[in-house]
């Protein structure tokens, strides 16, 4: 049967939509869109969304207040084991770790940058959807200001985590929009682009792509995972 969708603000901050609320939708049986949309108004605070969804039954009339979700995610696995983003059995060096001085620091403390040379393939290190990327930029530089040039691609993991792969070369993405990609599929090449000291590729894990506040990683390694990966340390992927 079809449905009716009255999608209202409920609790919010810090939010902008994407169209005026209240918004209403009408809706086949079994369709999945997305209808509306909040990104932060100040970056630098947190976002707050959760609407109220009452769905009418335009046979059976009835209303029904849910929370409104965009995906069927999975329960968060604050354990998972990623795959080191190269190359089966390849032992890269850490040249930025976890608080790192660098850049490597407030929201983006638990990245990690491996010395990867330009040109060198980049793996999946988990399953998941593309649901970002930019492959268009060709310059980089040791300067914040070569910030907004740099080329990556962003993961959707089933739990809603995003990974992120920064400082890919120009025209280097091997994936496109929308694509489900698995742990191990080759996805990219690294690059010198954007705000870059020597070709590496940056790698970072987030609950939140309006936020971006990294969090601790494991990473299984030829020597079993790890949870510290340190400045100068060499890890073989697994």
């Known amino acids: 049967s079809k449905k009716t969708a009255i999608i209202t603000q409920g609790n919010a901050a810090n939010a902008r939509f994407s169209r005026e609320l209240p918004v209403t939708q009408h809706l086949d049986a079994n369709e999945h869109v997305v209808i ?10 947190p976002l707050l969304f959760e609407p109220i969804v009452s769905l009418q039954e335009e046979i059976i009339t009835q209303t029904v207040e849910t929370p409104y979700v965009l995906k069927n995610y999975t329960p968060f696995v604050a354990n998972y084991a990623y ?7 390849k032992t890269v060096r ?28 980049v793996f999946a290190s988990r399953d998941g959807e593309v649901i ?3 492959d268009y930029n060709h310059i980089g530089g040791d300067d914040p200001s070569y910030a907004p040039y740099t080329n990556y691609i962003m993961i959707e993991h089933a739990d809603g985590t995003l990974a992120l792969y920064a400082h890919l070369k120009k025209n280097g993405s091997k994936v496109q929009l929308g694509d489900h990609v698995k742990r191990g599929q080759p996805i990219g090449y690294v690059g010198l682009t954007g705000y870059i ?27 079993g995972p ?13």
């Open 36 to 45: 509306v949309t909040a990104s932060a108004v100040d970056s630098l605070s």
């Open 83 to 89: 795959r080191l983003p190269y190359a089966k059995g």
């Open 94 to 121: 850490v040249s930025q770790g976890y608080d790192g001085k660098k850049s490597h620091y407030g929201k983006n403390r638990y990245a990690v940058d491996f010395a990867l040379p330009e040109g060198e393939l």
């Open 132 to 134: 970002k990327m930019i």
């Open 197 to 223: 000291t020597g070709s590496h590729l940056h790698f970072a894990v987030f609950r939140s792509d309006a936020d971006r506040r990294t969090f601790p990683m494991i990473f299984n390694t030829t020597k």
């Open 226 to 238: 790890i949870k510290q990966h340190e400045y100068n340390n060499e890890y073989a992927a697994k």
